[in-house]
């Protein structure tokens, strides 16, 4: 079975420009959570989305959002891109019904922002 | 509110010792608990988990960790270490049985070993 795909693996843009990730998940696995890591901050949850609907979300602004389609292949938009977004972001999918069930990661894209 | 506390930024060991690394969580529910590993430019690998049942967890590569209520810990452990165990180790923390994907991270544990 192949693992989670996120592409591009890198990507460089500069301040004010928009961005967009993506991220394939395991073959049946209906959720796909999204992840910024950063030397500062660590780990930190963007947000989830199962069935194409998002159900969960973290403390992040509305700059960054996200949505899956229904082969729950998911994109991640970041807008006016800062100097502070320059991170690894990583994606996560699981079969979703509950929090037991693990979640697996891509290998992530790191973006710089120039 | 749930959250994880890794107690050493840095742990050093040499080929063939014992490692340790700790972790403490906090959580206002009964807790789903993982370790993830992750090497240079990869995501993460789940090495293990707790959901419920026997609190021993053996997980891939030769490590276990132990869930204690009592002391709300769940700590990383192998018995003889490797070279190529070299990364870093996250604990982490989800609410069990929850249909909300959220974990909740510590801020890692960077593991070196010296041949």
């Known amino acids: 079975k192949a693992g989670v795909t996120q592409t591009p693996r890198y990507l460089i843009k500069t301040r004010g420009q928009q961005v967009t990730l993506s991220c394939s998940p395991i073959s049946g696995h209906r959720s796909v959570s999204w992840y910024q890591q950063t030397p500062g901050q660590g780990l930190q949850f963007l947000f989830e989305?199962?069935?194409?609907?998002?159900?969960n979300k973290g403390n992040f602004p509305g700059r960054f959002s996200g949505r899956q389609f229904s082969n729950s292949r998911s994109e991640m938009n970041v807008s006016t891109l800062e100097l502070g977004d320059s991170a690894l972001y990583l994606c996560?999918?699981?079969?979703?019904?509950?929090?037991?069930?693990?979640?697996?990661f891509g290998d992530g894209t790191r973006l710089s922002i120039l | 509110a749930q959250s994880v506390t890794q107690l050493d930024s840095h742990v050093s060991v040499s080929e063939g010792t014992p490692v340790l690394l700790r972790c403490n969580y906090s959580?206002?529910?009964?807790?789903?608990l993982f370790w993830y590993v992750q090497h240079p430019n990869k995501g993460l690998q789940l090495l293990l988990k707790?959901?419920?049942?026997?609190?021993l967890v053996k997980g891939i590569n030769g490590f276990e960790a132990e869930f204690k209520k009592s002391e709300t810990s769940f700590h990383l452990t192998k018995p003889s270490a490797h070279m190529s165990d070299a990364a870093e180790y996250f604990c982490v923390v989800s609410r069990k049985g929850s249909t909300l994907g959220r974990l909740y991270f510590g801020r890692g544990t960077q593991l070196t070993v010296w041949p």
């Open positions: 996560a999918s699981s079969q979703g019904t509950v929090s037991n069930q693990p979640q697996h």
């Open positions: 959580s206002s529910y009964s807790p789903s």
């Open positions: 989305y199962f069935s194409e609907t998002q159900r």
């Open positions: 707790y959901t419920t049942g026997a609190t």
